[in-house]
């Protein structure tokens, strides 16, 4: 019978340790992100995949606060993180950087995210939107790619940190497989 295993015996790096650890090429920027709780988990997601950056933007609440602590679980201290006003321009910057902006949204020639196949070398930014209204049609129009999650049921839509897992998953075990097979 499976036993299971104790947080003493998952290892995890210490925040020092995770500040200093490699990061995958990719960053997520919440824009517009009503919920604290939904910010939180966000932070969280971008801890266990281990995100260069996140990026919170427009009216998306910033730590300290106790609604994004409480589902954060101490990674708003591990996770790099920088507030943007407009997230237009951040995606410009970022852009000009170097780096491929993806909106994950329902868009017109979007591309579903299991077909989606990351660049090696090239680092990416997620983008994702607001939990009623999306990623803003402008920011769509600027990405460079647009990603859709497959969804079979009656909604339409996921909730913003449920795409965000999903997401970062997706990413990292295309990349991870990507980098493996490179050498």
């Known amino acids: 019978m499976p036993r299971k295993i104790s947080l003493d015996e998952l290892n995890r790096l210490s925040v020092d340790d995770f500040k200093e650890a490699p990061k ?23 801890d266990a995949f ?24 101490g990674a708003t201290e591990s996770v790099d993180w920088e507030y943007a006003a407009d997230v237009v321009s951040l995606v410009q910057e970022l852009q000009a950087a170097g780096w491929i902006v993806v909106a994950i949204e329902q868009a017109e020639g979007s591309v579903l995210l299991h077909n989606y196949e990351p660049v090696v ?36 839509s996921l909730n913003v940190a449920v795409s965000a897992g999903i997401v970062c998953w997706e990413f990292w075990s295309k990349h991870n497989k990507l980098v493996t097979e490179s050498f």
Do not use: M, W
């Not at 995958?24 to 971008?46: K, Q």
């Not at 995100?51 to 730590?63: N, V």
């Open 24 to 46: 995958f090429p990719y960053c997520l920027i919440l824009d517009d992100i009503r919920s604290l709780n939904n910010v939180g988990s966000v932070f969280r997601t971008a």
């Open 50 to 73: 281990r995100a260069e950056k996140l990026y919170l933007c427009g009216i998306t609440g910033q730590p300290p606060h106790r609604d994004i602590t409480k589902t954060a679980l």
């Open 121 to 156: 070398n090239k680092k990416v930014a997620f983008v994702l939107g607001n939990e009623v209204n999306g990623v803003r049609a402008e920011v769509v129009a600027a990405a460079d790619l647009v990603l859709e999650i497959p969804q079979f049921g009656t909604k339409h």
